[in-house]
């Protein structure tokens, strides 16, 4: 499974930008995503999941009510909807699946990585 996650930018504080996850190759079977994300010299932190199906979404809680995930099973697509955004958002941003569709928290609850999209949000 091959992961390509695209949409990172540079935005002012206060807009919005859309990050998408595309899955390619193996990609069979259900699957969870998740977005995570992280900023040099600190772990990878978790962002959101989103389950196969797309009825259960979970969200770190630095960004419940400001990002929004969803998914486009036709096109293998996740995508995660950034709102309100602000210096602390900036980060290379990383999707990655859990073919056990569990959604979880932990970096290593996932199976494949995409390579990361850079999100800088100038003051």
């Known amino acids: 499974v091959q992961l390509q996650a695209s949409g990172g930018g540079l935005v002012q504080t206060g807009g919005s930008l859309r990050l998408s996850c595309v899955a390619s190759?193996?990609?069979?079977?259900?699957?969870?995503v998740g977005w995570f994300r992280q900023t040099p010299g600190k772990e990878r932190e978790f962002v959101a999941a989103?389950?196969?199906?797309?009825?259960?979404?979970y969200y770190a809680s630095s960004v419940k009510g400001r990002f929004t995930i969803s998914r486009d099973n036709a096109k293998n697509t996740v995508f995660l909807q950034m709102r309100s955004l602000s210096p602390e958002d900036t980060a290379v941003y990383y999707c990655?699946?859990?073919?056990?569709?569990?959604?979880?928290?932990?970096?290593?609850?996932?199976?494949?990585w995409g390579q990361g999209t850079r999100v800088t949000v100038s003051s």
């Open positions: 990655a699946v859990d073919y056990t569709d569990g959604s979880g928290w932990f970096v290593t609850d996932y199976d494949y």
């Open positions: 989103i389950s196969w199906s797309g009825r259960s979404t």
């Open positions: 190759g193996s990609t069979s079977g259900s699957y969870a």
